[in-house]
C-alpha cells in the first residue's frame, strides 16, 4: 500500500510540476511579447524623433531663408526711401527756385 501512495505522491508532484512549469512558459512568453512590444515602441519613438528632427531642420532653413528675404526687401525699401527723399529735397529746391523767380 505505501508502494501505492509513493507512486501517487510522485504523480501528484509530476502534474503540479508540469502545471508550474507550463505557468512559467506562460508568464515566460507574456514578458517576451512584452519586450518585443517594448522594441517596437522604441523604434517607433526613434523614428518619430528622426522625423520631428529634420521638420525642425527644414523649419530652421525656411527662418533663416525669411530673415535674409526680409533684410534684402529692408534694404531695397531703404534704397528706394532714400531715393524718394531726394526727389522730394529735388522737388523743393525747384519750387523754391520757381517761387523766387516769379517774385522778381
Excluded: F
Excluded at 523614428?47 to 533684410?71: F, I, M, N, P, Y
Amino acid at each position: 500500500k505505501s508502494l501505492l501512495q509513493a507512486a501517487e505522491t510522485h504523480r501528484s508532484r509530476e502534474v503540479a510540476l508540469n502545471a508550474s512549469q507550463q505557468a512559467a512558459e506562460s508568464q515566460l512568453n507574456e514578458l517576451q511579447q512584452q519586450l518585443i512590444d517594448t522594441y517596437k515602441a522604441k523604434a517607433l519613438a526613434e523614428q518619430r524623433t528622426t522625423a520631428v528632427q529634420s521638420h525642425l531642420e527644414e523649419l530652421q532653413l525656411q527662418w533663416e531663408g525669411l530673415k535674409q528675404d526680409h533684410a534684402l526687401q529692408l534694404t531695397d525699401l531703404t534704397q528706394q526711401l532714400g531715393r524718394v527723399q531726394q526727389t522730394a529735397v529735388d522737388l523743393q529746391g525747384e519750387l523754391d527756385a520757381e517761387r523766387h523767380q516769379v517774385s522778381e
